[in-house]
């Protein structure tokens, strides 16, 4: 296969692969956790389920003081992973016309300067959960190859991304493909992975916020 | 008739200084894009070279890059280079047709058998040997019979780089590039839709001059000229940089010279010589006057997405597919629900403790 | 520059590209590496050519760098397969060569950094032919004279 067609494949092809991946797997997630049903609770409401469950939602995007003082690496580096994650994804002004070709619109961009900043944020802080991951004995213990899979294909964009926009000796044509390639990668593996947390996370929040509601007690 | 001279020797006949000679050689450095310090190195080679019997194929085409290159040569300097080229056969150039063109083909491939060159624009549609002929001989047994002497072939255009647009989807002639036919003769890819003027006699200077094939990239293009990206050396990059791009063909952006990436230039992903060079005697190329790469030296320029959507829109039809996906993954996921309730109620009415592996058997 | 009769009716806009596009950043370079050149040139009496065509441009900017580079003493045309005209800048040691074909059209352009451009030397190969006409002039000359004088 030559360049050309590699390129074109993923940006064809392979990108149509990738989302109907992604998007039969999500929709199954979400299913299979939504009917598992639950037996119709007898006992009179005291809260909103609603109320509650948004909020916990929103809330456990914060820690706390007191739950901070172990594992800090996975804290402070989770953070701006995050962040800098989905700041590099959404506000990239290419990436802004992919989304606008996939979804009909789009939104302004943030300037490459600040992008390039969140790249190398969102770089250096995986690089510290890996080496946290790697050296810290519980951790470690406690990981498994999908730990390291879903480490490799999040840096795996994140790095071809970098060196798409910093000219690097890598034939062009290459490097994007991968980069392309790369991020078609993830798309799959989301759903069968524990990055499937991309939706399933608030999905656990809004339950566990809704039954808290619902019993009136704090989330 | 074969002429044994060298170059050196026939331009000295014409009366040609050495001052003009040197003059000459400097500018076809440059054309070849040799730095200025190969000069002496030029001159020493020309000198000595021999001209090349040239025999130009045109197939499948639309005459493009033939005007590309009889249009802009300018007759004093590059034609000079091609009085040291002869051009023995090119059926849209030359005034003889029929059976005397051909005649005249034979001749030169018989009395310089393994020495000439072959220069060839347009496809070969393969679909139907009748879609395109001369003197009723087909394409392809035309390319092979005239190939199998030939020291070296040069595909001159997308065309017969690579197919080009006759190659595009959905391909009703079966056409393909001269390098799907021939297997076993180095091939210089000068692509382009046309390929620059001085591209061309660029790489057919350098062939004369130094008698050997460039140094080539890996889809056979010379890489003196193909081998940095449009947007590796656009003048509009500063803007790309900074995130300042043109979004419609008149806004303020445009304007102001930003970068085209969002009205669908190809530059990124293009392999050309257009950014330096320039087109028509060097006035400006299509970035300078506002408009886009198309991509149009790269295979399948013409299938790889809208040329004014960006080089990052995804060419997928993507509004069914998630349709259908969506409902795929809701139907998978209801049935695996309801087994997971059955599965439930069974447990329940056996007073079992339901468990997560429960859950997860099913 | 002369628009052609009948577009004067259109109501076009035009926009001055004055300022419009950014230093590409080719100058500052081009004039650094000048300034070495002549280092070495007055250090060891190395040249060095330029080839302005080999640098991708924007637009006004070789305009820009020959403003900058200015006027010198010299200014010569010669005339080979077409005028090429050299000149001497307002820096001493550093030329440019501009090759035009007989149609006028530019087909090479360099920026030389040495004492003085090669081409403007006769070059021996010349001088050779030269001499071989003069001595075809002279034997012409004196047999006429001899001729006249028998
Ligand atoms: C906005 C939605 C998201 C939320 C709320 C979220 C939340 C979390 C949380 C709570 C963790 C902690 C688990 C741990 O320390 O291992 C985590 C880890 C992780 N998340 Fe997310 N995440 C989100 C989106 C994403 C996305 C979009 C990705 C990338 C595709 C991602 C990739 C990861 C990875 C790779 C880890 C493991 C980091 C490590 O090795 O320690 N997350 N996420
Ligand atoms: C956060 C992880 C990332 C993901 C999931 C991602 C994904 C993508 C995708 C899908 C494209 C589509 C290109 C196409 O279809 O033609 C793209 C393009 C691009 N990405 Fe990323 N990317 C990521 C990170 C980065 C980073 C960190 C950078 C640089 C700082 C970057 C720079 C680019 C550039 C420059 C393009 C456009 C290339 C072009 O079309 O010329 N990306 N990215
Ligand atoms: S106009 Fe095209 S080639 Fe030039 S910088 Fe922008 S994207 Fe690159
Ligand atoms: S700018 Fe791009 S499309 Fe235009 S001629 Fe050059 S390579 Fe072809």
């Given at each position: 296969m030559t360049e050309t067609e590699f390129l074109n494949w993923v940006r064809g092809p392979?990108?149509?692969?990738?989302?109907?991946?992604?998007?039969?797997g999500m929709v199954y997630r979400v299913l299979e956790n939504y009917l598992i049903g639950r037996k119709q609770s007898l006992a009179e409401p005291r809260g909103s389920e609603w109320t509650h469950g948004v909020g916990t939602m929103w809330r456990r995007s914060f820690t706390r003081a007191k739950l901070t003082t172990r594992g800090y690496v996975t804290l402070v580096a989770g953070y701006i992973f995050h962040i800098a994650f989905l700041v590099t994804l959404f506000f990239l002004a290419q990436h802004v016309e992919m989304f606008r070709s996939l979804l009909g619109f789009g939104w302004p961009a943030l300037p490459p300067l600040l992008i390039t900043i969140t790249a190398v944020l969102g770089i250096a802080a995986l690089l510290a959960l890996l080496a946290h991951r790697l050296t810290d004995p519980v951790k470690r213990m406690l990981s498994d190859y999908q730990d390291y899979l879903t480490w490799f294909l999040t840096f795996f964009p994140l790095i071809t991304g970098f060196l798409l926009i910093n000219r690097v000796g890598i034939p062009y044509k290459t490097l994007l493909a991968t980069h392309i390639l790369s991020f078609e990668l993830l798309l799959i593996a989301i759903p069968f992975t524990k990055l499937s947390h991309i939706i399933t996370t608030f999905i656990s929040r809004w339950y566990n916020g809704a039954i808290a509601g619902v019993k009136g007690v704090q989330s | 008739m074969k002429d044994t001279r060298t170059v050196g020797e026939i331009l000295s006949s014409q009366g040609i200084s050495r001052r003009g000679f040197l003059k000459f050689c400097a500018a076809t450095a440059s054309m070849m894009a040799m730095p200025p310090s190969m000069v002496p190195a030029v001159a020493q080679a020309l000198s000595n070279a021999r001209r090349p019997s040239v025999i130009w194929l045109s197939f499948q085409e639309c005459t493009g890059c033939t005007e590309s290159l009889t249009r802009s040569h300018s007759p004093t300097l590059e034609g000079l280079l091609f009085d040291s080229i002869s051009l023995d056969y090119h059926h849209t150039l030359q005034v003889a047709a029929g059976s005397a063109a051909e005649e005249a083909r034979e001749h030169a491939m018989q009395e310089n058998d393994?020495?000439?060159?072959?220069?060839?624009?347009g496809s070969i549609p393969l679909g139907n040997p009748g879609y395109s002929t001369i003197a009723g001989i087909s394409n392809v047994d035309m390319l092979k019979e005239t190939a199998a002497g030939a020291a070296a072939i040069v595909a001159v255009g997308t065309c017969a780089a690579f197919g080009g647009i006759p190659h595009a989807n959905p391909n009703p002639t079966g056409a393909v590039a001269v390098s799907d036919i021939i297997k076993d003769k180095p091939i210089i890819n000068v692509s382009g839709c046309p390929p620059i003027p001085i591209v061309i006699t660029g790489v057919l200077a350098h062939y004369l001059t130094f008698g050997k094939v460039p140094e080539l990239d890996d889809l056979g293009r010379p890489t003196a000229f193909f081998g940095q990206t449009i947007h590796d050396r656009c003048y509009r990059r500063p803007f790309y940089d900074k995130g300042l791009f043109a979004e419609t063909f008149d806004d303020e952006g445009a304007q102001q010279g930003w970068c085209l990436y969002k009205l669908g230039c190809k530059g990124p992903v293009t392999y050309n010589a257009c950014a330096v060079s320039k087109w028509n005697s060097g006035t400006s190329f299509p970035i300078q006057s506002g408009h886009g790469c198309f991509g149009c030296s790269e295979p399948d320029f013409w299938d790889s997405g809208g040329f004014y959507r960006p080089l990052s829109a995804t060419t997928a039809d993507v509004g069914t597919l998630a349709g259908v996906a969506a409902l795929a993954g809701a139907a998978a996921g209801a049935a695996i629900g309801r087994m997971n309730r059955s599965h439930r109620a069974r447990a329940q009415a056996r007073h079992e403790k339901l468990t997560i592996d429960d859950i997860e058997e099913s | 520059m002369s628009t052609p009769d009948g577009l004067h009716d259109i109501a076009i806009e035009t926009h001055s590209d004055a300022g419009a596009y950014p230093a590409t950043g080719n100058d500052l370079p081009i004039l650094h590496e000048i300034r070495h050149a002549l280092q070495r040139l007055a250090q060891s009496g190395e040249k060095t050519v330029i080839d302005l065509q080999a640098i991708p441009m924007a637009p006004g900017e070789e305009e820009r760098i020959l403003q900058l580079l200015g006027r010198g003493e010299v200014s010569a045309t010669i005339d080979a397969?077409?005028?090429?005209?050299?000149?001497?800048?307002?820096?001493?040691?550093?030329?440019?060569?501009y090759h035009r074909n007989t149609n006028n059209e530019v087909v090479g352009k360099f920026i030389e950094i040495t004492h003085c451009p090669d081409l403007l030397h006769s070059q021996p190969e010349d001088i050779a032919t030269g001499m071989a006409q003069i001595r075809e002039t002279l034997a012409e000359l004196e047999s006429k004279q001899s001729g006249d004088q028998a």
């Open positions: 392979g990108m149509q692969i990738a989302l109907a991946v992604f998007i039969v | 393994g020495s000439y060159l072959v220069v060839v624009d | 397969l077409g005028p090429s005209e050299v000149r001497e800048t307002a820096f001493a040691g550093v030329w440019t060569v």
